[in-house]
């Protein structure tokens, strides 16, 4: 095909657009979707090169294959190396660990199912994530392997008139399906090739169907396609369901751009968007990875430099890299001449290797892998106890029954505290059930469907508590913050996250004053219903962190050659329990429920702190350690003796 100055100048804008939105989301919020314009573009080009081969029968699968991979694995497996070196030295091992797992998916081409199950594209995890703008990708080499055999199989079939009809029904009807899948599972609509496909197709429609267009009209059909492009890059934002009806907006407008073909225009002719669109591929490649290079070593203002350098480095791998012409062959006996398939082998063995041995432990210090490991050393209790059997009962110490730990995990992670205090009292009843509040008649959404089990195993415990352990103190301990207000780990975060179900209302980060107050008012019934045959003590939510603390000391580590105390203020953690700390002040109001409050142990005047004397006191950004949970262990004897609770 001759060389297409239009197609050219449209990668320009879509990759303008997405650098723009990557470095800086408020200057174009909808500019996600020039990763759109990429794929209408990609599917015209496939679609005529396809079509082409198979109408005067000389389309060759392997030349097909070859040709793909010598454009883009070896760019991609450069970047995915160089991004290895980097993480040898400046990455903390879980996540040079995750590094190899994503440089792995990404050289599979499998990336965007493993984002799938991680995270949401907007969250805020997402700029932690080396390869996450390899989804795309992913994507359209998963169109380069389906696309060929289908139309190879139809043509055997049908003419090719008929098969360009079947062309045309199956973008509609692929449109279709991804309007529906956008709605009802929008994040695997994002991610995955059935609700993308109908783009890449259309792009085909567009070389199957050439419009015969006056030279007066097609100025006026270009100038309406870019003006669609813009304008999606201002009316679309992350909050859109997408790729929904207003995702026509960028993919209509591509294809007016395409089928108006017009090679001297202000855009075509525009010499600044022509080198940028030659470059756009490893513009691509490089501007992200540096986007997350500004937040991991906090940069500010970073697009000043990300914005240029992106460019910079894009360039230097479209000429040294891109640029190479490497050979293709004809015939599958030729496998192994390959040259890219080589380096897809070596570049996934190098990541393979950074996932099965925690990101090369070997080559850190031993003083940055202990801070790694020592979180576990030593029984977590209550983790492993996860109630998910209304009968199940687990169980520490001998004797009898002297006290009853309750709660979601977080209960579980402190328990060893509390089992230590009653060692010599009697035994210590866990009644943890994982990510469940302590919250009668709650619902949690698990495996896409609702489920009451955490609502029926609250109401089976309050009820063993009234007949079986009447009298023995209950300490209840949940994450309570976390189902008012949503997460704080960076991994976990996402405005739209649901929370719980009660009362047939459904909980988000994003719920209103009102709805939070009607749950805040279940919790405070709850813990009322329990003070009818023993005494409660609820203990106040502890501190809580943005980020993985292990993984925090290891960087500061890293980074600065020292330890650097991980800590946040403790007027944020004041700000973030208002609503728990008023739950447990107004159950002692009304019920008279103790309140036991252990922030002391973490926090001074200022600070709220993630370590002490060069220890993790979590396991992660807020289950505490076995190491941490000892640490309440002097102040929780001290606040319980104030309270005449016997221990």
């Known amino acids: 095909m001759k060389f297409r100055q239009d197609i050219n100048a449209l990668r320009a804008v879509a990759i303008i657009g997405v650098i723009l939105f990557h470095f800086n989301n408020e200057w174009l919020p909808g500019g996600f979707s020039g990763v759109d314009v990429f794929f209408v573009i990609s599917g015209f080009l496939m679609t005529s090169i396809v079509f082409r081969g198979l109408e005067s029968d000389s389309f060759s699968l392997f030349k097909f294959y070859v040709s793909r991979a010598n454009r883009i694995i070896p760019a991609l497996a450069f970047l995915c190396l160089v991004l290895m070196v980097f993480g040898w030295f400046y990455l903390a091992p879980d996540d040079y660990k995750t590094l190899g797992k994503h440089v792995l998916s990404s050289m599979e081409f499998s990336s965007?199912?493993?984002?799938?199950?991680?995270?949401?594209?907007?969250?805020?995890?997402?700029?932690?994530?080396?390869?996450?703008?390899?989804?795309?990708?992913?994507?359209?080499?998963?169109?380069?392997?389906?696309?060929?055999?289908?139309?190879?199989?139809?043509?055997?079939?049908?003419?090719?008139?008929?098969?360009?009809?079947?062309?045309?029904?199956?973008?509609?009807?692929?449109?279709?399906?991804?309007?529906?899948?956008?709605?009802?599972?929008?994040?695997?609509?994002?991610?995955?090739?059935?609700?993308?496909?109908?783009?890449?197709?259309?792009?085909?429609?567009?070389?199957?169907?050439?419009?015969a267009i006056q030279d007066k009209n097609k100025k006026r059909m270009e100038l309406l396609g870019v003006s669609l492009i813009i304008l999606g890059y201002f009316l679309v934002t992350e909050q859109t369901v997408w790729p929904g009806y207003m995702a026509l907006v960028p993919v209509i407008g591509t294809y007016l751009i395409i089928v108006s073909n017009r090679q001297d225009s202000l855009l075509t002719n525009n010499l600044i968007l022509q080198f940028i669109g030659k470059w756009s591929y490893s513009i691509y490649l490089w501007h992200w990875p540096l986007v997350v290079f500004g937040i991991y070593f906090s940069i500010t203002n970073w697009w000043l430099f990300g914005i240029p350098l992106s460019i910079i480095l894009g360039y230097l791998s479209y000429r040294f890299i891109e640029s190479i012409k490497f050979p293709t062959y004809d015939l599958w006996s030729s496998i192994f001449k390959v040259k890219p398939m080589w380096m897809f082998l070596f570049t996934g063995i190098l990541a393979a290797g950074a996932y099965n041995t925690n990101g090369y432990d070997f080559h850190y210090p031993?003083?940055?892998?202990?801070?790694?490991?020592?979180?576990?050393?030593?029984?977590?209790?209550?983790?492993?106890?996860?109630?998910?059997?209304?009968?199940?009962?687990?169980?520490?110490?001998?004797?009898?029954?002297?006290?009853?730990?309750?709660?979601?995990?977080?209960?579980?992670?402190?328990?060893?505290?509390?089992?230590?205090?009653?060692?010599?009292?009697?035994?210590?009843?866990?009644?943890?059930?994982?990510?469940?509040?302590?919250?009668?008649?709650?619902?949690?959404?698990?495996?896409?469907?609702?489920?009451?089990?955490?609502?029926?195993?609250?109401?089976?415990?309050?009820?063993?508590?009234?007949?079986?352990?009447?009298?023995?103190?209950?300490?209840?301990?949940?994450?309570?913050?976390?189902?008012?207000?949503?997460?704080?780990?960076?991994?976990?975060?996402?405005?739209?996250?649901?929370?719980?179900?009660?009362?047939?209302?459904?909980?988000?980060?994003?719920?209103?004053?009102?709805?939070?107050?009607?749950?805040?008012?279940?919790?405070?019934?709850?813990?009322?219903?329990?003070?009818?045959?023993?005494?409660?003590?609820?203990?106040?939510?502890?501190?809580?962190?943005?980020?993985?603390?292990?993984?925090?000391?290891?960087?500061?580590l890293i980074l600065n050659g020292e330890l650097s105390r991980v800590k946040i203020s403790r007027k944020s953690f004041t700000e973030r329990n208002k609503w728990s700390d008023y739950i447990r002040t107004q159950a002692q109001k009304e019920c008279g429920v103790k309140v036991l409050d252990l922030t002391d142990a973490f926090c001074d005047q200022d600070y709220c702190y993630g370590d002490k004397n060069g220890h993790a006191m979590y396991i992660d950004g807020d289950h505490l350690s076995p190491y941490g949970s000892s640490l309440t262990i002097p102040l929780m004897s001290e606040k319980l003796k104030s309270m005449n609770i016997n221990f």
């Open 112 to 211: 965007n199912f493993t984002y799938l199950n991680e995270s949401g594209y907007f969250d805020k995890s997402a700029y932690t994530k080396w390869l996450l703008h390899t989804w795309s990708l992913s994507v359209e080499w998963q169109f380069y392997i389906l696309f060929p055999i289908i139309l190879m199989v139809l043509k055997k079939y049908l003419n090719v008139q008929n098969l360009k009809k079947v062309f045309l029904i199956s973008t509609i009807f692929t449109f279709v399906i991804a309007f529906f899948l956008s709605y009802s599972n929008p994040l695997s609509a994002f991610y995955l090739l059935p609700a993308r496909v109908w783009e890449l197709l259309l792009g085909g429609v567009a070389f199957l169907y050439p419009l």
């Open 366 to 556: 031993q003083k940055l892998q202990v801070i790694g490991k020592e979180p576990f050393n030593g029984p977590l209790r209550g983790l492993h106890c996860q109630n998910y059997d209304n009968q199940k009962e687990c169980q520490f110490g001998k004797g009898d029954v002297a006290a009853i730990v309750m709660g979601d995990s977080h209960s579980g992670a402190m328990i060893r505290g509390i089992d230590a205090l009653y060692h010599d009292k009697g035994a210590v009843v866990d009644w943890t059930l994982g990510a469940c509040p302590t919250l009668s008649g709650v619902s949690r959404y698990r495996q896409k469907k609702w489920t009451s089990v955490c609502g029926d195993y609250v109401d089976s415990v309050i009820k063993r508590a009234s007949t079986k352990y009447q009298g023995v103190p209950i300490f209840i301990i949940n994450r309570t913050a976390y189902y008012i207000d949503g997460d704080t780990e960076s991994d976990r975060m996402n405005d739209q996250t649901i929370l719980v179900k009660w009362q047939n209302k459904i909980f988000r980060p994003s719920s209103t004053f009102d709805m939070k107050s009607k749950l805040a008012k279940g919790f405070i019934e709850t813990a009322c219903k329990l003070s009818k045959t023993n005494p409660i003590i609820m203990v106040r939510d502890t501190p809580e962190y943005p980020f993985d603390v292990p993984t925090e000391m290891q960087k500061s």
